[in-house]
Nanobody, 122 residues
Framework: VQLQASGGGLVQTGGSLRLACAASGRAADSYAISWFRQAPGTEREFVAGISWGGGRTALADSVKGRFTISRDKAENMVYLQMNSLKPGDTAVYSC????????????????WGRGTLVTVSS
């Protein structure tokens, strides 16, 4: 499974961005997909996850009410809509594929894509 994240950029506080994760390869659509982020000097943290069917989602407390995750199975795409962005959301965002929907544990993910940088200016 190959994953490619895109959509990052520079945005002002309160702005919005939509990240996209393109999944390809054998049985890519059978995996749960999650977004993680890592800011400089910090550990990678779980942001949001969605089941392979798209029926179950999970969000970190820090982004609830601001971020939503969705999946287009026909296109093998997963989106992270980020609204009301804050400087604390600045990080490299990566998508990962695993068998356990919404798991916050990095070790449970089998495939990782290269990240996309999100910078929120104050």
């Amino acid at each position: 499974v190959q994953l490619q994240a895109s959509g990052g950029g520079l945005v002002q506080t309160g702005g919005s961005l939509r990240l996209a994760c393109a999944a390809s390869g054998r049985a890519a659509d059978s995996y749960a997909i999650s977004w993680f982020r890592q800011a400089p000097g910090t550990e990678r943290e779980f942001v949001a996850g969605i089941s392979w069917g798209g029926g179950r989602t999970a969000l970190a407390d820090s982004v609830k009410g601001r971020f939503t995750i969705s999946r287009d199975k026909a296109e093998n795409m997963v989106y992270l809509q980020m609204n009301s962005l804050k400087p604390g959301d600045t990080a490299v965002y990566s998508c990962a594929a695993g068998r356990h929907s919404g798991s916050p544990y990095i070790e449970e993910y089998e495939y990782w894509g290269r990240g996309t940088l999100v910078t929120v200016s104050s």
